[in-house]
Nanobody
Framework: QVQLVESGGGSVQAGGSLRLSCAASGYTDSSRCMGWFRQAPGSEREGVAAISTGGGVTYYRGSVKGRFTISQDNAKNTLYLQMNSLKPEDTGMYYC????????????????WGQGTQVTVSS
């Protein structure tokens, strides 16, 4: 099993930045892909960014391209999401996730999930 713990969330004004971290433990070699998802109240969970653990290929939802950067430190088993130029619509609970077989932004392809960290962007 893979355990994921997010950190780095908080409240920030529009235009500000946050860096989220996800510490992974357990059988991390089983994960081909790591991703960040978010969910606003009353909305479905949506993929934000993902990265293949082996090759570092990245995927981003269109609304965050140019503003967010996903990265990983495999030696530390840590995933990051650098979020710049934050907008109120970026507000939500952000989840770290790991997928065994696929890589992308589809939530139903992920097998392990963290508990989430709240990001609130005020206008």
């Amino acid at each position: 099993q893979v355990q994921l713990v997010e950190s780095g969330g908080g409240s920030v004004q529009a235009g500000g930045s946050l860096r989220l971290s996800c510490a992974a433990s357990g059988y991390t070699d089983s994960s081909r892909c790591m991703g960040w998802f978010r969910q606003a109240p009353g909305s479905e969970r949506e993929g934000v960014a993902a990265i293949s653990t082996g090759g570092g290929v990245t995927y981003y939802r269109g609304s965050v391209k140019g503003r967010f950067t996903i990265s990983q430190d495999n030696a530390k088993n840590t995933l990051y999401l650098q979020m710049n130029s934050l907008k109120p619509e970026d507000t939500g609970m952000y989840y770290c996730a790991a997928a065994r077989s696929w890589c992308g932004l589809a939530a139903d392809t992920y097998n392990y999930w963290g508990q989430g960290t709240q990001v609130t962007v005020s206008s």
